[in-house]
């Protein structure tokens, strides 16, 4: 069963707009991590946020997670064309093996 | 550096033909993964390897068998192609302990077609 759950399942918006994508997770976890994929394309790690952290920040991107509430959200500010992909959040529980979400497709027009 | 190199990247097989999935990372890791990716199911893990000589099963581990001979090399076998194996493969890797280890690293896939 998967761990992960990401919403919205699709994203449409403008290019200069934020875009936030929620994940939400069923049980306790060591850390979450965000990857991106673009189409027909492997998966690229994006951020890794640990079960203490509350917040980070790379770039554009930025991740919370609240453990009481099992759940992490991505925002990704001051959107671009090149972001469009999809987004997958990852949790890992015992630090050998990720659970993926079923990921968030989000589009950005110019 | 190559990174995490997969082949074949397709494949067309007929049910119950079998055939070998290959691996090859060139970034010393120790941590190999085999995933497949479904319309809509996002990735699911099918088998994992965190030494040379060691695999274990994943969330969906049937109908696949794994050898992990070399450290560079994981292999993901079919024996009895079914339609429902018809998916893309995804291959990862990551390195063994500490904080910093916990990205994995993609290849860029084979997408299997079992007719």
């Known amino acids: 069963s998967q761990q992960g759950e990401e919403d919205p399942q699709a994203l449409s918006i403008q290019e200069g707009e934020n875009a936030t994508m929620n994940c939400s997770y069923k049980?306790?976890?060591?850390?979450l991590q965000w990857y991106r994929q673009n189409s027909g394309r492997g998966l690229v790690h994006l951020i890794l946020i640990r079960s203490n952290e509350r917040e980070k920040h790379s770039g554009r991107l930025r991740v919370t997670l609240d453990t009481s509430k099992k759940s992490s959200s991505l925002l990704i500010t001051a959107s671009r064309a090149a972001d469009t992909a999809s987004y997958f959040c990852?949790?890992?529980?015992?630090?050998?093996?990720?659970?993926f979400g079923k990921g968030t497709t989000l589009s950005v027009s110019s | 550096n190559a990174g995490v190199t997969q082949t074949p990247k397709f494949r067309v097989l007929k049910t119950g033909q079998s055939m070998t999935l290959l691996c090859a990372q060139d970034m010393n890791h120790e941590y190999m993964y085999w995933y497949r990716q479904d319309p809509g199911m996002g990735l699911r893990l099918i088998h994992y390897s965190v030494g040379e000589g060691t695999t274990a099963k994943g969330e969906v581990p049937d109908g696949y068998n794994v050898s992990r001979l070399k450290k560079q090399n994981f292999l993901l076998g079919l024996e009895s192609a079914a339609p429902s194996q018809t998916s893309v493969y995804f291959c990862?890797?990551?390195?063994?302990?500490?904080?910093?280890?916990?990205?994995?690293?993609f290849g860029p896939g084979t997408r299997l077609t079992v007719t």
């Open positions: 990862a890797t990551r390195l063994a302990g500490g904080l910093l280890s916990y990205e994995q690293y």
């Open positions: 990852a949790t890992d529980q015992a630090g050998t093996a990720l659970i």
């Open positions: 049980t306790s976890i060591n850390n």
